[in-house]
């Protein structure tokens, strides 16, 4: 049996949550429902299975990519829009309870194997980094960083699929 699960946000309880980050607490726990219900995010939870604790969340909304900002190999590829189709990883945040549990990694895998299996077309996802160590995070499962911007990483979907394949290829029995 696994530990935890994912769900869309409904009605977990959000008080106790504490990544040990003030913004991202106060947006998990006061500003996160208006987003989701105003259609600006999606919220997804990772729940531990025994007592129904919130191990941590991400959300998901739609974004774009200038194509000045693609390396230019990569943009050799790309159709000549101004800018390319993106989902952000907004926000991601792991209780303190779960420190040292790969809690992060679970929910960025979450986040990914949930993209690529979406019908919905995006060249990359990216994720605005709230600080320089959530920059490495996601630069340790292979997220690039827009050289513009330092804190906003990203990873190209052809990139993320290929990821899900090889985990669930290694997965199975």
């Not at 060249?123 to 827009?146: E, G, P, V």
């Amino acid at each position: 049996m696994t530990r935890f699960y994912s769900a869309t946000l409904r009605k977990h309880d959000r008080a106790a949550f504490s990544s040990g980050n003030e913004r991202i607490d106060t947006y998990f726990r006061q500003t996160v429902s208006q987003d989701v219900k105003r259609g600006y995010a999606a919220c997804y939870v990772l729940v531990e299975q025994a007592g129904g604790k919130i191990a941590g969340f991400y959300t998901l909304s739609s974004h774009t990519i200038p194509l000045t900002e693609v390396p230019p190999e990569m943009a050799r590829e790309l159709p000549r829009y101004p800018s390319v189709p993106a989902v952000l990883i907004g926000w991601l945040g792991r209780d303190i309870a779960f420190r040292g549990q790969h809690v992060g990694s679970m929910l960025l895998a979450d986040a990914i194997a949930r993209l690529a299996a979406s019908p919905v077309g995006a060249h990359a996802i990216c994720a605005d980094a709230i600080d320089d160590a959530a920059a490495a995070f996601y630069a340790t499962h292979r997220f690039q960083r827009f050289v513009s911007r330092p804190l906003s990483l990203y990873l190209p979907m052809k990139t993320a699929t290929a990821l899900v394949a090889k985990h669930r290829k290694t997965a199975s029995p």
